[in-house]
């Protein structure tokens, strides 16, 4: 059963990534396919992205405490980690959440939700959280599914499958998604 559930589970935290290379290698035909669905986005494809980020994020947190409902044994997934582990875990998700918050403050929802793709004029940042790196918002989103999986499985063994799989679709994004 666990690598049913773990084939399924990447199949599902796939499908973000996925959505997201498709709307940066096709921008003109998901603006299209927003225009022609445009009670359901306003016709404008930076909004219809955003709504598609919270559906994708929807999948990712039902993946991640599905996991620990179905391993843990208890419809409460309640955190396993001993208070090393516990404290690290918190400070990581703390960290992460700053990096997405920093982007989404830097960059607003025009350039988080490629507005550049879809021909409005974005400005190239370089301050923080982009002056640490070059993907912050992956960074983040990494460190937050690392942290909540080792608060909530480690010290089992099955506590690192998850973030194995989101970093490697991650991985894969930063080298799809590039001009």
Request: with cysteine; hydrophobic share 55%; net charge positive.
């Amino acid at each position: 059963m666990f690598w049913i559930v773990l084939v399924l589970s990447s199949l599902l935290l796939g499908i973000e990534r996925v959505g997201y290379w498709w709307v940066w290698n096709h921008p003109n035909r998901f603006a299209a396919a927003v225009r022609r669905w445009a009670q359901l986005s306003s016709g404008d494809p930076v909004f219809a992205l955003r709504r598609m980020f919270f559906g994708f994020k929807a999948i990712q947190i039902t993946v991640l405490v599905g996991w620990c409902m179905l391993f843990g044994g208890s419809l409460l997934p309640l955190p396993t980690a001993p208070t090393t582990a516990l404290v690290g875990g918190v400070v990581l998700l703390l960290l992460g959440q700053v990096l997405n918050l920093s982007v989404m403050w830097r960059l607003g929802n025009e350039g988080v939700f490629y507005g550049n793709r879809f021909g409005r004029p974005i400005e190239w940042q370089t301050g923080f959280p982009f002056s640490l790196l070059p993907h912050p918002q992956y960074l983040g989103a990494l460190l937050s599914v690392w942290s909540f999986m080792l608060i909530m499985r480690y010290p089992n063994p099955d506590w690192i499958a998850l973030p194995l799989i989101s970093t490697v679709w991650y991985a894969w994004g930063t080298q799809v998604e590039k001009e």
